[in-house]
């Protein structure tokens, strides 16, 4: 009996032992069957996360930043101990310890399950970095399973404290943040070692439910899962009893629920510069490279001017639109009803409005409430003093009807404070409607010399419109691109003292007769060269672009950068093929500092996460630079190794033309800086764009308005539309950057000329009819010899007779004559009819 016991038992023992290898064997078999095609973990030892690019300015001033997923990378030796131990109290608190897996843990939660408890997960912080990393996060026993055996393998390449900074740099903890350093700065404003334990906890506790404990809409969960990471800690050992209490007792305060100012808050709202930045730099970079490769990037705004060009564009895109006296903004509007309850605010957040317009002071979002006749009531966001909030009727004087014309209750609208002094300084005068123009524009400037963009204005508010019309919106340059042609002609032996016909031409293009026209529909005679560019002759360009041959004129279009390719048609001599004001201010550069090509960048250098420099604009040679000490009076020595684009005499002789286009040109009257200007206006056909770029000796502006589906703005011009643009920003910029003569080029001498007539005038001669031209070394002005192109000009023409004094100025030539200079020759258009 006993031997059949016994035996009864060593079957069954066999039966175990054997069970126990087949289930062994099985297991291991699965395991071998697992580890095959893992992917290797040994990358982890390189990490690179995606993290956060970030622009500075000059001044190391951060102004903005750009990233997919939001994250700032922290060496795991520097994040605080306290972060550490919140985290393995919440999600693995045996982390220390084990192996990469935690028996007991799965054992326990094997358990919890069987007995119908909540199904809770068993994964190691270890197993957590393999799923992050290297697999997918779909629940299947084959992902447990290869998560098991690489996590195995990673315990034994890295030590724990490499495993968690994965771990802690990796993890999304909500609100587009990932890794601890980021979340910290999301929901508190603050560094990781500046976070107090309850705080540490509450990131710990986001990192099962990132998407299910926010701070305000689930508060009270947020709070106990908080506390439990507390408790956690404290039974860990990693705080005291009297820390733990202090902790659990204070309120959950966090940037959501506005108990700290957010750090985006704090940043310059984002324009048209930094997202200029972030178009060029994913174009030159890659996407992926810019958004998650930690680059810094040296920014080369001047914050300050920035400022200044977009309150000189705004100015007069709101002077245009407000002399139209049309009310348009109404296209957004709340339920009145919330107006009643109180909830007006949170309404009007919701909306997508701009808040970033600074012009003349703050503009406030509000909403319409009470519409009298003599008055109308608001409710203003973030509700300002002083109260009450009232427009009265006399504001809206400008706008055709009355309150009730133009206005409901509901409507959302901007307004701003009407003070005594400048941009809304001084005593408080009334609330002021305002609105945001249906016309649009662009401004730049640059650097003349190294290309740098020191402000870029690409509309009247970039939150109401990120579409950037300095560098996509493609227009029409007008009379602004004469320059080119002129440039052509003096280098094909051409003077400013060459006089050319101003009479009218008729081509044939595809079956049709094209006849340009000047904007005054006058015809001036034959005339030099300076005139023509200074009063902006379209037919006197024309002629002249059929003398050089409109291939030579695309030529130097294209060395330009004006175009990429330029059709050789006359047309495009009066600026009728589109091209971006980025490219014209760059070009009129390359006129100012001598003929030299200059690159425009918004970007002095780029480094990458490691502080390596990947980009640098400044390509410039300095042999003395990494001297230490020179001797007093002396500065290092940089050589220019620019391409030249002209001749050094051509470009100053178009600089001297286009400072008459200041002095008594289209422009006269309009720019004044004290120092030595020169510039051109542009006006296409029906006034449809209007343009103005000029420059002194190291700064180069322009400026473009229009509609964005182009419509004729009447009254407009690029003299007296964008020219005052110029103006105000260049006054700031002057009195910053200073501004000289232009420097004289070697190799030639100036002669007097008579302005009007082209003849040569005596050494000593003076008067307003005298200028003094600069002419290459053995160079004669030729006075007789007259251009046309090869377009005949009649023996009848009503030319413009002396003493015609419809709308001009009356001058005396050096001859006697009387001659008239006309006011309307400044729009540089091309009449109706043409072929654009």
């Not at 204070?250 to 808050?265: A, C, E, H, I, M």
């Not at 920014?299 to 060009?309: C, E, F, N, R």
């Not at 050494?763 to 160079?779: K, L, M, N």
Request: charged share 20%.
């Amino acid at each position: 009996m006993i031997r059949f016991i016994l035996g009864v038992f060593g079957s069954i023992f066999s039966w175990l032992t054997l069970a126990a290898v087949m289930g062994a064997l099985t297991l291991g078999a699965i395991f071998w069957m697992y580890s095959r095609d893992l992917p290797s973990h040994e990358q982890l030892a390189n990490y690179q996360p995606p993290t956060i690019s970030r622009i500075y300015s000059g001044e190391g001033r951060l102004m903005d930043e750009f990233a997919k997923e939001r994250r700032l990378y922290t060496p795991p030796e520097q994040i605080p101990e306290l972060v550490k131990h919140a985290f393995v109290s919440a999600e693995d608190k045996n982390f220390y310890v084990h192996k990469g897996y935690d028996m007991r843990g799965m054992l326990a939660a094997a358990l919890e399950a069987a007995r119908g408890g909540r199904l809770r997960g068993a994964s190691t912080i270890t197993q957590q970095v393999m799923k992050n990393f290297l697999l997918s996060s779909d629940r299947s026993a084959e992902r447990k399973i290869k998560e098991l055996i690489l996590a195995t393998r990673l315990e034994a390449s890295l030590n724990k404290e490499q495993i968690l900074g994965l771990y802690l740099n990796e993890i999304f903890l909500g609100q587009n943040s990932y890794g601890v350093t980021a979340a910290a700065q999301t929901y508190f404003n603050k560094t990781l070692d500046q976070l107090e334990p309850q705080e540490a906890a509450y990131l710990a506790a986001l990192a099962q439910r990132p998407g299910n404990l926010h701070p305000v809409r689930q508060h009270e969960d947020a709070v106990n899962r908080r506390n439990y990471v507390l408790r956690e800690m404290r039974e860990n050992g990693y705080i005291d009893a009297a820390t733990y209490e202090a902790a659990v007792a204070k309120p959950l305060l966090t940037v959501q629920n506005g108990d700290y100012p957010s750090f985006r808050s704090q940043l310059p709202d984002r324009d048209y510069f930094t997202d200029e930045i972030r178009r060029q730099l994913s174009r030159n970079f890659g996407e992926e490279e810019f958004f998650g490769g930690g680059l810094t990037i040296r920014a080369t705004v001047d914050p300050q001017l920035q400022v200044v060009a977009a309150h000189a564009l705004q100015k007069s895109l709101e002077d245009f639109d407000r002399g139209r006296g049309v009310w348009h903004e109404n296209t957004l509007s709340i339920d009145p009803a919330t107006i009643d309850n109180g909830t007006w605010e949170e309404a009007l957040g919701g909306l997508r409005v701009a808040r970033d317009i600074t012009l003349d002071g703050q503009w406030y979002v509000a909403v319409v409430d009470q519409i009298g006749d003599q008055r109308m009531t608001l409710r203003i966001e973030g509700q300002p003093d002083p109260q009450p909030w009232e427009v009265p009727r006399n504001d809206i004087a400008w706008m055709q009807g009355s309150f009730h014309d133009n206005f409901k209750r509901g409507d959302v609208v901007h307004v701003r404070r009407m003070t005594s002094g400048d941009n809304g300084t001084g005593d408080f005068i009334r609330w002021s409607l305002r609105q945001v123009p249906e016309v649009q524009g662009g401004f730049m400037a640059m650097d003349v010399n190294t290309g740098r963009v020191i402000a870029m204005q690409g509309g009247f508010s970039y939150q109401n419109s990120v579409f950037n019309r300095a560098t996509q919106a493609t227009r029409q340059p007008g009379s602004s691109f004469k320059p080119f042609v002129y440039a052509a002609a003096l280098d094909s032996g051409f003077t400013p003292a060459s006089i050319v016909i101003d009479a009218p031409i008729e081509v044939e293009v595809g079956g049709t007769i094209w006849r340009p026209k000047n904007a005054s529909n006058k015809f001036y005679g034959p005339t030099p060269l300076r005139t023509g560019i200074e009063q902006s002759r379209n037919l006197m360009t024309v002629r002249l672009a059929q003398e050089v041959g409109m291939e030579t004129v695309a030529t130097y279009a294209e060395r330009f950068g004006v175009y990429d390719n330029l059709d050789p048609y006359l047309a495009n001599a009066l600026g009728s093929s589109e091209t971006t004001l980025f490219r014209m201010v760059a070009a009129y550069a390359m006129f100012a500092n001598g003929g030299e090509r200059v690159e425009p960048t918004l970007v002095d250098r780029v480094q990458d996460r490691w502080g390596r420099t990947i980009y640098r604009h400044d390509q410039r040679i300095c042999d003395t630079c990494n001297i230490e000490d020179l001797p007093p009076g002396e500065s290092p020595t940089i050589v220019s190794n620019r391409e030249r684009v002209i001749d050094a005499i051509t470009a100053y002789q178009l600089t001297s033309m286009m400072q008459g286009v200041v002095q008594r040109g289209t422009a006269a009257g309009r720019v004044n800086l004290g120092v030595p200007t020169a510039g051109k206006t542009g006006t296409t056909n029906d006034s449809k764009d209007v343009w103005f770029v000029g420059f002194t000796s190291n700064v180069v502006a322009g400026c473009y308005i229009g509609y964005d589906r182009p419509r004729t703005m009447p009254g407009a011009s690029g003299g007296g539309t964008c020219a005052p643009v110029f103006q105000r920003f260049m006054t700031e910029a002057v009195k910053k950057y200073g501004g000289g003569k232009f420097k004289i080029p070697p190799g030639g001498r100036f002669i007097k000329i008579d302005r009007y007539s082209g003849a040569r005038l005596p050494d000593d001669a003076t008067g307003d009819y005298v200028v003094a031209e600069y002419f290459r070394a053995g160079e004669e002005p030729i006075f007789g010899v007259m251009f046309d192109g090869g377009f005949a000009m009649g023996s009848n023409l009503p030319l413009f007779l002396p003493g015609e004094v419809e709308s001009g100025t009356q001058v005396t030539t050096s001859t006697g004559d009387v001659v008239v200079v006309p006011d309307r020759a400044d729009t540089g258009s091309v009449a109706a009819g043409g072929l654009y």
